[in-house]
């Protein structure tokens, strides 16, 4: 049974930084796209960025290109998120996401929550101005 384990995140001043994990389980590491998203109160989850089964390929929403990293350490099976520069417009419930059909092209596909399957339970962030 897959599972999606968040955590990492927490209340941070704006231009502070986060580092958000995903554990993974249930399923071999070197096998999913995985990705993160958000939701901030009264709007829709957003792809924040994504990450193909090798690591090669990342792709990432306009808003966060520059200050935010996603990463992955195969071996833990574990995601990895790196927030600098934060905003108060970062804050929201974030996600992470996997799925096993494979990088997909064009590589903003790779944001649509509607290609992933599994999904973790949710990590707060907040930023203060």
């Known amino acids: 049974q897959v599972q999606l384990v968040e955590s990492g995140g927490g209340s941070v001043q704006a231009g502070g930084s986060l580092r958000l994990s995903c554990a993974a389980s249930g399923y071999p590491g070197r096998t999913a796209t995985m990705g993160w998203f958000r939701q901030a109160p009264g709007k829709e989850r957003v792809g924040v960025a994504s990450?193909?089964?090798?690591?090669?390929?990342?792709y990432y929403a306009d808003s966060v290109k520059g200050r935010f990293t996603i990463s992955q350490d195969n071996a833990k099976n574990t995601l990895y998120l790196q927030m600098n520069t934060l905003k108060p417009e970062d804050t929201a419930m974030y996600y992470c996401?996997?799925?096993?059909?494979?990088?997909?092209?064009?590589?903003?596909?790779?944001?649509?929550?509607?290609?992933?399957?599994?999904w973790g339970q949710g990590t707060q962030v907040t930023v203060s101005s």
């Open positions: 990450i193909s089964i090798t690591g090669r390929d990342t």
């Open positions: 996401a996997a799925h096993f059909r494979g990088w997909s092209f064009p590589s903003s596909r790779n944001l649509d929550s509607n290609q992933y399957d599994y």
